[in-house]
């Protein structure tokens, strides 16, 4: 009897189409950007800044010159925390209706917004020189090609002595297997899948860390803080 044939990759089952398709018909809300769990959105903020902060060790830091928030929904992200840390923010986003939003939201931060990019990372191609470009909870869109890709494009736009952030979801499969999400068409990635497409791409890990406090039953995440290998963006300051 001849073996079953493999499975495809879970990233060959992403659809674009799909996932625009899943995420316009999510109310533009902080409970539809989190799944329901809206709750969380303060333990996530104050996780991304502590870790932010340890990137930048020496008290008072100076605001960053411009940050960018990729898939960046209805600008939860942007408000609540980069906006605190940065003058200004460019935003990357796909769904119209979320990017819409984001102008009205309140700045946490004396930051301000900047330019809206209503746009796929797989489309995106940075146009200015960014001190912190913020990835959360998005590239699981994007196949490992794409990411490999997109990373390498963004490369090219961080300041020397800035930081790529990728803060996502990680697998729990017990064979150490991406796993495919049909209800959002994205895929969840193990660790080892993302440092070494993190690697293909041309970065290094320079700090890593999983976010604490969530509620039991949710997927471990893990907070990616990524440099240049040569360590200086290919764009200078």
């Given at each position: 009897?001849?073996a079953p044939?493999?499975s495809?990759?879970?990233d060959?089952?992403i659809?674009?189409?799909?996932?625009?398709?899943?995420w316009?018909s999510?109310?533009p809300?902080?409970?539809?950007?989190?799944?329901?769990?809206?709750?969380?959105s303060s333990?996530?903020l104050?996780?991304?800044?502590?870790?932010?902060?340890?990137?930048?060790?020496?008290?008072?830091?100076?605001?960053l010159?411009?940050g960018?928030?990729?898939g960046?929904?209805i600008?939860?992200?942007t408000?609540?925390?980069?906006?605190?840390?940065?003058e200004?923010?460019?935003?990357?986003e796909?769904v119209?209706?979320?990017a819409?939003?984001?102008?009205?939201?309140?700045?946490?931060?004396a930051?301000r917004l900047?330019?809206v990019?209503v746009?796929?990372?797989?489309?995106w191609?940075p146009?200015?020189?960014?001190?912190l470009?913020?990835?959360?909870?998005c590239?699981?869109?994007l196949?490992?090609?794409?990411?490999?890709a997109?990373?390498?494009?963004?490369?090219g736009?961080?300041k020397?002595?800035?930081?790529?952030?990728?803060?996502?979801?990680l697998?729990?499969?017990?064979?150490?297997?991406d796993?495919?999400?049909g209800?959002?068409?994205s895929?969840?990635?193990?660790d080892?899948?993302?440092?070494?497409l993190?690697?293909?791409?041309?970065f290094?890990v320079?700090?890593?860390?999983?976010?604490?406090?969530?509620?039991?039953?949710?997927?471990?995440?893990?907070?990616?803080a990524l440099q240049?290998e040569?360590?200086?963006?290919?764009?200078?300051?």
């Amino acid at each position: 009897m001849s073996a079953p044939p493999p499975s495809p990759p879970p990233d060959s089952l992403i659809s674009p189409t799909s996932s625009l398709s899943y995420w316009n018909s999510i109310p533009p809300t902080v409970s539809g950007m989190l799944g329901g769990f809206q709750q969380i959105s303060s333990t996530d903020l104050h996780g991304s800044a502590l870790f932010l902060a340890k990137l930048r060790p020496h008290p008072p830091p100076p605001l960053l010159a411009r940050g960018v928030d990729c898939g960046a929904g209805i600008g939860r992200v942007t408000a609540g925390f980069l906006s605190k840390v940065c003058e200004v923010v460019d935003v990357v986003e796909p769904v119209a209706k979320f990017a819409r939003e984001v102008p009205s939201r309140e700045m946490g931060g004396a930051g301000r917004l900047g330019k809206v990019y209503v746009l796929g990372l797989q489309e995106w191609v940075p146009r200015e020189r960014y001190d912190l470009v913020w990835n959360q909870w998005c590239v699981g869109h994007l196949t490992d090609r794409e990411l490999v890709a997109y990373l390498g494009r963004v490369r090219g736009a961080v300041k020397e002595g800035g930081w790529v952030v990728v803060k996502e979801n990680l697998s729990t499969d017990g064979e150490g297997r991406d796993l495919f999400d049909g209800v959002d068409n994205s895929v969840t990635r193990t660790d080892e899948k993302f440092r070494r497409l993190f690697a293909e791409s041309g970065f290094e890990v320079v700090r890593t860390e999983l976010q604490k406090g969530f509620p039991q039953g949710l997927y471990p995440v893990r907070i990616y803080a990524l440099q240049p290998e040569d360590g200086a963006g290919g764009m200078g300051t």
